[in-house]
């Protein structure tokens, strides 16, 4: 086999590897997302999709954990039942947490530059997550006041206000477990 073989091969392997992992996280998501607990008082559910978000990047970094959120949000966007509650479609993109789904994008972005840039410092790790879940808020924030017709200070305090402390608990089990998924993973030769 000569060394341009070889290198295809290898080229070949990595690239289905990431693909791979990229659409296991992308499941991951799609299991998780799913799953919510209605509350009475708003029309923001309590989700899972931050945490798999969270432990996507943790697992892909900035750019892959990014991609699979968008293959996420795709598969979601064309109809199959991966958004909370088990919906999809456009009309849940438009709809009342529309702005949240795309915040997060940018938490994605925010957090995966963070877990890249400082991987080995938890309290930097800690702030990226923390700001881009601030950043997901303010998108889902403005959003959910625009469609529900309500102040801002009203959407904060049905879509933000209740979340803070299980997102914060979200974020804290994501930077125990994260690392530790990251490390195995590179050990196994998948990431």
Not at 78 to 101: D, E, R
Request: proline share 6%; net charge positive.
């Amino acid at each position: 086999m000569s060394t341009t073989e070889t290198t295809a091969t290898v080229n070949t392997t990595s690239k289905t590897k990431t693909i791979t992992i990229i659409g296991v996280m992308t499941a991951i998501t799609c299991i998780l997302g799913p799953l919510s607990i209605p509350l009475p008082f708003s029309p923001v559910p309590i989700s899972l999709t931050n945490l798999a978000i969270y432990f996507t990047i943790y697992v892909l970094g900035m750019k892959k954990g990014t991609i699979s959120y968008l293959v996420y949000l795709l598969i979601g966007f064309i109809g199959l039942p991966v958004f909370s509650a088990f919906t999809s479609g456009p009309a849940k993109l438009l709809g009342p947490t529309g702005g949240y789904l795309i915040g997060f994008i940018f938490m994605a972005l925010i957090c995966g530059f963070f877990i890249d840039k400082w991987s080995n410092n938890m309290a930097l790790c800690f702030a990226g997550m923390v700001l881009g879940t601030a950043v997901c808020y303010l998108f889902g924030t403005v959003w959910l006041a625009y469609q529900a017709s309500m102040s801002f200070s009203a959407a904060l305090a049905a879509g933000v206000i209740p979340f803070i402390p299980g997102d914060l608990a979200k974020i804290v089990i994501a930077m125990i477990a994260g690392p530790q998924i990251r490390k195995r993973l590179k050990k196994a030769g998948l990431n």
